[in-house]
């Protein structure tokens, strides 16, 4: 098993920046990518970013190309995510994933092993 605990949501403003973690414990040796995944109230959830920590390979929403990043620091099974230029429709719930195998596919069945959530609110 896997238990994932995120940090870092908060309110901020408009082109604001927040910065998203992930900790992973338990059998950490068993997962190979970790994913973030949001949903605002009313919607589905949706593909966000992700990582194959073995491959260095990311993948990522057309809606945050080139406004987040995601990082991983594999020493500390710790995955990040950075937001910058945040709008209002990133306001959401995001949740991080992991998989056991496998690259970072946006697909949210992929992924084996999901924390609680933090939350993220983006005002005008």
């Known amino acids: 098993q896997v238990q994932l605990v995120e940090s870092g949501g908060g309110l901020v403003q408009t082109g604001g920046s927040l910065r998203l973690s992930c900790v992973a414990s338990?059998?950490?040796?068993?997962?190979?990518?970790m994913g973030w995944f949001r949903q605002a109230p009313g919607k589905e959830r949706e593909f966000v970013a992700a990582?194959?920590?073995?491959?260095?390979?990311?993948n990522y929403a057309d809606s945050v190309k080139g406004r987040f990043t995601i990082s991983s620091d594999n020493a500390k099974n710790t995955v990040f995510l950075q937001m910058n230029s945040l709008k209002s429709e990133d306001t959401a719930v995001y949740y991080c994933?992991?998989?056991?195998?496998?690259?970072?596919?946006?697909?949210?069945?992929?992924?084996?092993?999901w924390g609680q959530g933090t939350q993220v609110t983006v005002s005008s």
């Open positions: 338990g059998r950490t040796v068993s997962y190979s990518t």
């Open positions: 990582i194959s920590r073995v491959l260095d390979i990311t």
């Open positions: 994933a992991a998989r056991t195998i496998g690259l970072p596919t946006s697909t949210s069945f992929n992924y084996q092993y």
